[in-house]
């Protein structure tokens, strides 16, 4: 079984940072793919940004230029540093992984349970 817990969410005022981090535990082979996704009430889930085993990265264009996605592959983590946050960055954000527990299983999808962040003043 494998898990990804988030921590780092909470309220922040317009223009400020946030830092959401994600770390993946339990029987992993190996993790392809990490990444953020973002869903805010009344619109469907969006991607934010991917982050590949070859350290590519992959960002929503909301947010170039305002977020970074950072990786650690021997600790199976991943962050995502947010500045100028605006309220329309209002969501939920929930990790994802692409994971092989074995080495001869298939890479399957992983979620966190999500984190919420709210920019208000």
């Known amino acids: 079984q494998v898990q990804l817990v988030e921590s780092g969410g909470g309220l922040v005022q317009p223009g400020g940072s946030l830092r959401l981090s994600c770390a993946a535990s339990g029987s992993i082979f190996s993790i392809n793919s990490m990444g953020w996704y973002r869903q805010a009430p009344g619109k469907e889930r969006e991607l934010v940004a991917v982050?590949?085993?070859?350290?590519?990265?992959t960002y929503a264009d909301s947010v170039k230029g305002r977020f970074t996605i950072s990786r650690d592959i021997a600790k199976n983590t991943v962050s995502l540093q947010m500045n100028s946050l605006k309220p329309e960055d209002t969501a939920v954000y929930s990790c994802?992984?692409?994971?092989?527990?074995?080495?001869?299983?298939?890479?399957?999808?992983?979620w966190g349970q999500g984190t919420l962040v709210t920019v208000s003043s």
């Open positions: 994802n992984a692409l994971v092989k527990v074995t080495a001869i299983t298939r890479y399957r999808e992983v």
């Open positions: 982050i590949t085993s070859g350290v590519i990265t």
